[in-house]
């Protein structure tokens, strides 16, 4: 992909592809520097000037734009930069893929799937919310939706912009067909740049592709294959949250990994 293939911020073209003037306000500021591009801090700083948005709004504007635009984050020096390189490969058409249909079945649950909250008896707001995220893969899918009220919502995207330096890594691992390699390589990856995992992503990521029913017994298995990990529990925002820091890894086995998995089970009750 070519970067002239990016349409310039004032054409016909981008006003098509993107309705939104906060859209097109981004696009041309990260378009303007391409050559030189900008950290997040930076990003923040050009929405705040330009149209007052909070953090969080630019975060979550700078994740909408990856549903049409490859814009990876890119470590320069001890910073990440935020590079606008061309089309996403698959253009997805975003909150407009959901139907009203769908958007109306994930909502009749009329619960939060996190914290329980309902619109009648705790006055939520519900919003429908990509379990995976677009810009990891997700799709509109109705299995990959769930309702979130505004609070647990504004949490999780406040929790993914976090990641947002890793998600080269995490793409990287979510393509692997086999839930074990899933799982085994984003640990990988997290422990290349000496980031604990968060389980909250590598359940999302264990269960991308094939739902799995327990994550947490994949993650075990992974022993049987000489891989090894401590488990850290830290308190953040009055939550409890989990963390995996890879101790040992190994090649992975020549054939199928669930099937090696097996044997080698097999063999030790043998034993
Ligand atoms: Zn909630």
Not at 120 to 133: F, S, W
Not at 168 to 196: M, N, W, Y
Not at 197 to 203: E, K, L
Request: proline share 5%; hydrophobic share 30%.
């Amino acid at each position: 992909m070519t970067e002239n293939d990016l349409p310039a911020p004032d054409s016909d073209e981008l006003r098509q592809l993107l309705t939104r003037e906060d859209l097109r306000s981004l696009y041309a500021f990260l378009y303007e520097r391409r050559e030189h591009p900008p950290t997040m801090v930076e990003i923040r700083e050009h929405a705040a000037a330009e149209n007052g948005e909070s953090h969080s709004q630019t975060d979550r504007r700078v994740r909408e734009l990856r549903d049409w635009f490859k814009l990876p984050a890119v470590r320069s020096g001890r910073v990440h930069v935020y590079r606008l390189e061309g089309r996403a490969e698959t253009i997805r058409d975003g909150r407009a893929g959901i139907s009203p249909r769908v958007r109306g079945e994930v909502l009749s649950a009329k619960r939060c799937a996190q914290c329980g909250k309902t619109p009648t008896e705790d006055h939520v707001k519900l919003e429908v919310d990509h379990k995976i995220p677009h810009s990891w893969g997700g799709t509109d899918d109705i299995e990959n939706l769930q309702p979130l009220c505004t609070q647990c919502n504004h949490d999780k995207q406040a929790f993914y912009s976090s990641l947002d330096p890793f998600e080269e890594q995490i793409r990287a691992a979510t393509s692997h067909k086999e839930p074990h390699r899933r799982i085994g390589e984003l640990l990988k990856a997290f422990h290349a740049v000496g980031v604990d995992a968060p389980s909250q992503v590598i359940g999302v990521v264990a269960s991308m592709h094939q739902y799995q029913e327990d994550w947490q017994k994949r993650m075990r298995e992974l022993r049987e294959l000489g891989w090894d990990y401590k488990t850290i529990k830290r308190k953040e925002n009055g939550r409890i949250r989990s963390y995996y820091r890879l101790t040992a890894f190994a090649d992975w086995p020549e054939g199928n990994i669930a099937a090696e998995i097996k044997r080698r089970e097999r063999a030790k009750k043998a034993n």
